[in-house]
Structure formats: C-alpha cells, structure tokens
C-alpha cells in the first residue's frame, strides 16, 4: 500500500560544469549538422542519403547499429524492470545473439543482391503490389505514432533537474537536431549514433560503479538475492508473465528480429557497407555492443535496488509512479557526486537525438519511395529527388515537435502506440518470413494471413486494454519496503528486507480471467509473425501454389533456394527418366516389329 506521507524530492538543478557539458555535446551535434547540410554536400543523391554511398566503414556502421538500441528504454526502461521484477532480463542476450544468427543467414542475403531502396518494394517483387501498399501503410502509421513517444520519456528526465517548461524546450531541441540531422542524411545519423554509443557507455557505467562506493558489490549482490531479484531462470509458463524466461527469449526474439533484419533503419545502414561479409562483421560485432549495453543496463538496476532497498520512492511519495526511479536514484546520488545526473542525462538526450534522427530519415524513405517517386517523372533528376525526401524529413520532425509541445499528457499514448508497433511489427515480419522463406506462398496467401493477423492482434490489444483499465490484468512484482526510510546504513537495510513478508509488499496479484485477455503485451510480436505463417502457406496451397520458375531466385533465402534446386533436379531427373523409358518402349516395338517382318518373309518363302 503506498504510504500516505509525501516527502518532496527537492530537485538538483544542472551545474556550472554539466551545462559546459551539455553545451559542448550540443555543439558537437550542431556542427555534424552544419557539415553534412552545408560543407559536405557530396551525396546529395537518393543513394548519398539512404545509404550514405555505399561505401561506409565496417567500423562506423557498427558502432551506429548498437546506437540504434540505445533508446530511453534501455537506459531508463531496463533499469526500472529489473528493481521490480528482477534479473531475467539478462536472457536478452540469448535473444540477440539468436537474432544476429537468423538475420545473416536468411535476410541480409536477400536485401543484399537485390539492393532496393525501400524495403516493401520487396513484397511488390515477391507478392503484388497490394501487399506493398499495405506493409507500407502500417509501418508509416506505426513509425508516426511512436515518433513522439521516443523525446517523452528524456522529457520527464528532465523535468527532475530543471523546470517544466525549461524542459519541454529541451525536448523540442532535440526533436530539431534529429531532424536536421536526418536531413543530413544516414553519415550524419551515423556521426552522431558514434557519439551517442561512448555517452550511453558512460552514462550507464559510472552511475553503476558510484552508487557501489557507499555499500560495496558484495552488500548490492546480498540486497538483491534476500530480495529474490537475482534470477537466471524463470520457467513461468503464464502468458500474463511478461518477464518469464520464455517471454523475454521468445517474444523478444520476434520483435528485435523485425527491428534488426527487417526495418528499413536497419537495412540502410547494412546495406551502406559493399559487401555481404562487412555487412555481417557489422551485425556481428552491434550484438556484442548492444549484449554489453544490456547487461549494462542491468546492472544499474541492481544499483538502484540496493540504493532505494529499505525504502521504495513511489511508495514513500517520492516520486509519482516508477518510471521516475532511475532520475530519482540520480538526484539523489548527486548529492554525493556532483555531476553525475548531468551526464547521465546528456547521454540520453545524445540516444534521443540519434534515434528520432534514424526514424525520421527511415520514414521519410518510405514515404517517398511509396508514394511519391511512382507520381513523379522517370526522369527526375536525383538531386531533386534527394530535396524532396528532405523536405519529408523536416515535415515528419515539424509534426513530432508540434506533438511534444502542445500535448500535456503522452501517458496514454505512450501505452497505445506501443502495442501497435508490437502488432505491425509481428505481421510485417510475418509477411516478410513468409515471402523469404517459403517459396509457394503467394499473393492470396500473404494477404490473407496479414489482414486476419492483423484482426487477431488487434482483439487481443483492445482486450487486453480494457482488461487493464478495469483492473482485471496487473503484472506481478517482487517485494518492494519502506520500513528502512530515513535510515543510511546497508547492513540496517539488508536487515529489514530480510525479515520483510513478501506479502506484506508485493505488487497487486494478477486476477483470473475467462479469456485470451491474459496474454501479455510482450507476445503480441509473436503472435502476430505466427499467425500470419499459419494462415498463409494454407491459403497459398489453397488457392494454388506460386510459379517459382518465373521468379527471381534472388527473392528467396539461400536455404530456400537449395530447396528449389533440389526439386527442380528432382523433377529434371523423373522428367529425363520418364523420356528414357519412352525411348527404350519405342526401340522395342521398332524391334518386335522387324522380327515380325523377317518371320513373314520366311513363311512366304
């Protein structure tokens, strides 16, 4: 029960130093800006701003690909998941290095040779343009509703250390470098991706070792196993559980397999380096980057338990609900090492930046090569080209910056556009798998097995919506104290959560319920990816299945296409063998009926 005393947390305010800091990080982006939109104008082509030329190096590529994962929700989100529910998060790193495999080996060697500019121009290729049409729309409606939900949440951040409205200019700052940085093109969203990485390192790390000084690794590991938050395996089998060993490595196995080998943010920067190899050591060495940052992130949650053990923010009125804990934790850690809430911040703001950078150029991408480039001449120059889809970029950070300015409240929205990025994100990639993997799936089928994907995954949203507003889903948390309050010793604080019930703290219960409504959001990724599979290839084999000799080979994944080989051998060899009998039939009948001949003309005789 949250305790009814509020006790006010006055505010650290930037100092001398983090303002210089956050000045020079600022600079810093303003003068990748100033280079690649003014000095540096040399791929001013579609090629020179989806791709950056091609001809970008393992190294930069890399570093941008784990920028790309460093949102708000790794820094802030992480942190906050693992003092609630505990260490099972580390099992994203399972899901990584499974989804670096996958994507390698069956869909970066499709968009490789085929090098498309716009990833659902490969569904026209495959399927029909209907397809196209459709994938398109919902990833555009799906970008633009998150699109504004991504400066949210540093927003809040930074409400914590300067006043309301200091900080909505902050997050309207940030809007505006991104889109200019977008208008810079993917080297400038690369640059700044190189800067927002060694910030999100330091920003991650250092909290984590400071907060240590006080209490010591071996104090923070005791708090957190009498806690009951080290866990390394969690076999729940409750679909409601969304932090379960087979919810953090299956579900997010589906929704990072989309975000890695599938979206058009990811496929630019695979595609802008000349070979497949360098494409793969770059998805190579982001897992082990993006691996480190998680772990990072993990970590600092431990810290921010064994800092607030005895003593839980929100229910000592602290904080208004717990996505303001790790802001809280750096407050107060502030007034012992002063700074350190400044670069935190700062490296959020850099993460922010780079990813509303990313998503602005992919969007504009889309959008121009969907529904602007089929209106326009054959025989539009490209720098024109390249002006327009500029253009779309300051257009598309106009509307996000309009959004995080005049909205009051993104609460909701924050909630809904999540769940629908996870529904399009599983039927995108469901449609995808379908088109690569199995080559008699067809155009009924695709379509078919997207729209009722689509039905399916949208019921189990609105449900599980409505059963969360009236209070028949909750997620379950670990014990959470505020006996210790006031109280500075650790060994005092090991104590008090040693002899506090779990009962007495716990989270609300999740209640039964009659239907589907259980499955947590974290499934809905799968969901969606599965049923798509599911209802496709049927329909395909239904409705006939899809002429692979009149296609490109170059549409399937290499393994399906050593399946195509060998039934095509297959029938090549029936087809030869089936000639060969005909052939030896014929020489017997030919055979027979000269001997009948000879035997006639000996009888004659």
Known sequence: MKNNTNIPSSPIYFNLAEYCLFGIILGVIIGIIVYFNIVNRKYNTVNGFLFGGKNMSVISVSISLIASHLTSITLLGVPVEIYLRGTQYWASALSLIIVTFLSA???LPVFHKLQLNSSFEYLEIRFSTHTRTIAAVLFVISKLMLLPIVPYVPLLAFRLVTNPFAGRITAVICVMCATLSAVGGLRAIISIGIVTTFLAIAGTALPSGLALLPMGFKRMWELASHSGRLVLYDPDPELEHHTSFFAVTLALSTNWLWKIGLSQGSLQKLLSVPTITQARICLTVACVGVILMKLLSCFLGLA???WFAGCDPLLSGKIQKHEQLVPQFLNSLSEMFPGICGIFIIS?????????????NSISGVLFEEYIRPWIPQSTREPT??????LLCVLVGLYCASV????????????VASGVTGVTAGTLLGLFTLGIVFPRANCSGALSGCLLSLLLCGWLLIGAENALATGALTFQGKPLVVLACGKTNFTF??????TIPVTITQLPASKPLQSLFRISFTYCPFAGAISVLLIG????????????????????????????????SIRSSTVTIEAMAAHNTLEVHMALDEALRHLKEVIDR
């Open 348 to 360: 959020i703001f850099s993460a922010t930046t780079g990813c509303i950078a990313t998503l602005i």
């Open 105 to 107: 080996i069956i869909y």
């Open 493 to 498: 604080v090991a104590n008090v959560t040693n």
């Open 404 to 415: 995080v300015w005049f909205s009051k409240d993104l609460d909701r929205l924050q909630h």
């Open 537 to 568: 290839i049927p329909m395909s084999y239904l409705t006939g299945k899809s002429r692979t000799e009149s296609m490109n080979p170059d549409v399937f994944c290499p393994l399906a296409q050593s399946m195509l080989h060998k039934s095509a």
């Open 304 to 306: 921010v338990y064994a």
């Open 385 to 390: 080209c390249c002006r327009i889809m500029k």
